[in-house]
């Protein structure tokens, strides 16, 4: 059998190397692959994929900054994205001189660009993951890669009818383990919390903010102290609690900058409060855990929650505080609310789970598989169907 030669271009958050690690993964049930993973030289969760076996190479760098970037940023930063692109490109084209991939996924958001545009300007069969909002970067790309998958049916309208021939909608690709049977108790145990009592997490972007971790010591103080019963989790990311903010996060609250497994933690989860992105809410969606979603401020994933947020909240599966209306009281109030009303949350639970496809990896790599076909380079696929 052939070996299928696949190069996912990661960026800088876990959620979309995680769509990597998936799609590879996926990918390797159906076929023999030799795969790597790019990510900037800087990239602060490069270890977390190269912990779960995979290669790792390193191409480019972080572009911009790590909160949502503006039109304004785009100008302001023109000469270093410019010159970035450039190294990265060249880094990227040797990289591939290398590798000569069979085909090159892209599951990242600006930081990847310059490796797609490198490998689509190589003539390189080329698919970009969606995103469960349209970035600048994917509008580009989609002109000159093979394939752009997108997680919404909407999203198709928002591209010229030239481009459209090369679209996709299969949804976001998640971990099988998000829609795996698994127990409340046995979670519990594992993270030491007794299943007799309720238990709240609060989880932030996987990098983190200032405004989250503060975000998060109040809805926790809140929280303490009026359910003394309940327990809690807190994913703040790299800023750490200071001051008041540390004792409000102090034990028996369980308070960590990064859970390595947040899909083990959630069956133990009777209702969360995420900050984070959109690859968390889909994966607790899949759960069908209750969830609050805020959009912090400071946090670079706005654009993300906005759109998907939104989206859920009008099928009923979740409650959506926008950054005008995030502050601490009235989410820890609402989070109170929903802790009291078992009804409430298995609504939302239930409506929560219509929302993550459990075949859409599967999609993806149907059109890999189409797009290498047409291409001619396909390997002949194992007997196994691409269960994900």
Same mark, same amino acid.
């Given at each position: 059998?052939?070996?299928?030669?696949?190069?996912? !271009?990661?960026?800088?958050?876990?959620?979309?190397?995680?769509?990597?690690?998936?799609?590879?993964?996926?990918?390797? =049930?159906?076929?023999?692959? @030799?795969?790597?993973?790019?990510?900037?030289?800087?990239?602060?969760?490069?270890?977390?994929?190269?912990? /779960?076996?995979?290669?790792? /190479?390193?191409?480019?760098?972080?572009?911009?900054?790590?909160?949502?970037?503006?039109?304004?940023?785009?100008?302001?930063?023109?000469?270093?994205?410019?010159?970035?692109? $450039?190294?990265?490109?060249?880094?990227?084209?040797?990289?591939?001189?290398?590798? @000569?991939?069979?085909?090159? !996924?892209?599951?990242?958001?600006?930081?990847? #660009?310059?490796?797609?545009?490198?490998?689509?300007?190589?003539?390189?069969?080329?698919?970009?993951?969606?995103?469960?909002?349209?970035?600048?970067?994917?509008?580009?790309?989609?002109?000159?890669?093979?394939?752009?998958?997108?997680? =919404?049916?909407?999203?198709?309208?928002?591209?010229?009818?030239?481009?459209?021939?090369? $679209? /996709? !909608?299969?949804?976001?690709?998640?971990?099988?383990?998000?829609?795996?049977?698994?127990?409340?108790?046995?979670?519990?145990?594992?993270?030491?919390?007794?299943?007799? *009592?309720?238990?709240?997490?609060?989880?932030?972007?996987?990098?983190?903010?200032?405004?989250?971790?503060?975000?998060?010591?109040?809805?926790? *103080?809140?929280?303490?102290?009026?359910?003394?019963?309940?327990?809690?989790?807190?994913?703040?990311?790299?800023? @750490?609690?200071?001051?008041?903010?540390?004792?409000?996060?102090?034990?028996?609250?369980?308070?960590?900058?990064? #859970?390595?497994?947040?899909?083990?933690?959630?069956?133990?989860?009777?209702?969360?409060?995420?900050?984070?992105?959109?690859?968390?809410?889909?994966?607790?969606?899949? *759960?069908?855990?209750?969830?609050?979603?805020?959009?912090?401020?400071?946090?670079?994933?706005?654009?993300?929650?906005?759109?998907?947020?939104?989206?859920?909240?009008?099928?009923?599966?979740? !409650?959506?505080?926008?950054?005008?209306?995030? @502050?601490?009281?009235?989410?820890?109030?609402?989070?109170?609310?929903? $802790?009291?009303?078992?009804?409430?949350?298995?609504?939302?639970?239930?409506?929560?789970?219509?929302?993550?496809?459990?075949?859409?990896?599967?999609?993806?790599?149907?059109?890999?598989?189409?797009?290498?076909?047409?291409?001619?380079?396909?390997?002949?696929?194992?007997?196994?169907?691409?269960?994900?």
């Amino acid at each position: 059998m052939k070996t299928l030669r696949v190069l996912a !271009v990661g960026s800088d958050s876990v959620g979309h190397l995680s769509h990597a690690a998936v799609l590879l993964g996926a990918l390797g =049930r159906r076929h023999a692959v @030799q795969a790597s993973v790019a990510v900037p030289h800087d990239a602060r969760f490069g270890d977390w994929i190269a912990g /779960r076996g995979f290669d790792v /190479r390193l191409v480019g760098r972080v572009m911009g900054v790590h909160r949502e970037f503006s039109g304004r940023d785009l100008l302001r930063y023109a000469g270093v994205i410019g010159l970035g692109t $450039l190294r990265g490109m060249r880094e990227a084209w040797a990289l591939l001189d290398e590798m @000569q991939p069979d085909v090159v !996924v892209g599951c990242g958001g600006r930081s990847s #660009f310059a490796a797609m545009l490198a490998a689509a300007l190589r003539g390189y069969p080329t698919v970009t993951v969606p995103h469960y909002a349209l970035r600048r970067t994917n509008r580009l790309l989609a002109w000159l890669v093979d394939r752009t998958c997108l997680a =919404r049916e909407a999203d198709v309208t928002a591209f010229p009818r030239a481009l459209r021939g090369r $679209l /996709r !909608v299969t949804h976001t690709p998640l971990r099988p383990e998000a829609f795996a049977p698994a127990e409340r108790r046995a979670a519990c145990e594992r993270l030491g919390l007794d299943p007799a *009592r309720p238990v709240v997490a609060c989880i932030g972007y996987s990098a983190g903010s200032p405004g989250t971790t503060r975000l998060f010591a109040e809805v926790a *103080r809140s929280i303490r102290a009026a359910r003394p019963d309940a327990q809690l989790l807190v994913q703040h990311g790299k800023h @750490q609690p200071v001051g008041e903010d540390a004792d409000a996060l102090a034990a028996p609250v369980i308070a960590r900058p990064f #859970f390595d497994d947040l899909v083990s933690i959630f069956p133990a989860c009777d209702l969360v409060v995420s900050a984070a992105g959109e690859t968390t809410l889909l994966e607790l969606c899949a *759960r069908g855990v209750p969830a609050l979603c805020v959009s912090v401020a400071d946090s670079p994933i706005g654009p993300h929650i906005r759109t998907l947020a939104g989206d859920l909240e009008r099928i009923g599966a979740t !409650v959506f505080f926008p950054r005008e209306r995030a @502050q601490a009281d009235a989410v820890a109030a609402e989070a109170l609310r929903l $802790l009291g009303d078992d009804d409430a949350r298995r609504r939302i639970g239930d409506a929560a789970r219509s929302a993550a496809d459990p075949r859409a990896t599967e999609k993806v790599v149907a059109v890999i598989e189409e797009l290498l076909r047409a291409r001619g380079t396909l390997p002949a696929a194992s007997l196994r169907p691409a269960v994900v």
